[in-house]
C-alpha cells in the first residue's frame, strides 16, 4: 500500500468518536477511559498499539509467506508504558509486541531469515519506532522464544 491513507473521524459525544476507515463499512469507536470518556471505544493509546501490532503480526506472516511456510494461527499481544516527559506530559515511553505463531518454531523452513527481516516490512512499527521504542518477542506454540534470538 502506498499513497494517501486516511480516515475521518465524527464526535458522537464528549470523547467518544466514530473512526471511519471505509465509507462502506460500518465505523468503529475510540472513547477515552474514565473520568474523560466512557470507555466506549480504544483509547487512542491503544489504537496506536493495535496499529504497531497489526502491522508487524501482518509483516510476520508475509515474510513466512515468502518462503511458502505456515504459521498456524497467529495471536499477538500489544502493551505500552505511559508516563511523564521533561514538561510533566503524558506519553508513550515504549511499545512491547509479543507474537504467538501456532505451531513449533522448528517446524518452519527460513525462520531464521523471516525473524531477522519481518520487521523491516512493517510501515507502522519501523515509522513510531524513530520516536518510541517498539520491542518485539515472537514465541512458538510450545512457549521457545524465537525473537530476539536468546
Known amino acids: 500500500m502506498s499513497g494517501d491513507v486516511s480516515v475521518r473521524l465524527v464526535q458522537q459525544s464528549d470523547y467518544k468518536f466514530a473512526i471511519f476507515y471505509n465509507e462502506e463499512k460500518d465505523p468503529f469507536y475510540g472513547d477515552e477511559p474514565p473520568p474523560l470518556g466512557k470507555s466506549d471505544g480504544a483509547a487512542p493509546s491503544q489504537l496506536l498499539i493495535a496499529a504497531v501490532a497489526n502491522c508487524l503480526s501482518d509483516s510476520f506472516l508475509f515474510a513466512l509467506r515468502k518462503f511458502k511456510q505456515d504459521p498456524g494461527s497467529i495471536e499477538t499481544k500489544a502493551s505500552c508504558d505511559i508516563g511523564r516527559n521533561e514538561q510533566n506530559r503524558l506519553r508513550v515511553l515504549s ?56
Open 95 to 150: 511499545i512491547q509486541v509479543e507474537i504467538l505463531i501456532g505451531v513449533p518454531g522448528e517446524t518452519l523452513e527460513n525462520l531464521d531469515r523471516v525473524l531477522a527481516q519481518f520487521r523491516d516490512f512493517c510501515t507502522v512499527s519501523s515509522s513510531v519506532s524513530a520516536g518510541i521504542p517498539v520491542n518485539v518477542r515472537v514465541m512458538d506454540i510450545l512457549g521457545t522464544q524465537l525473537h530476539p534470538a536468546l
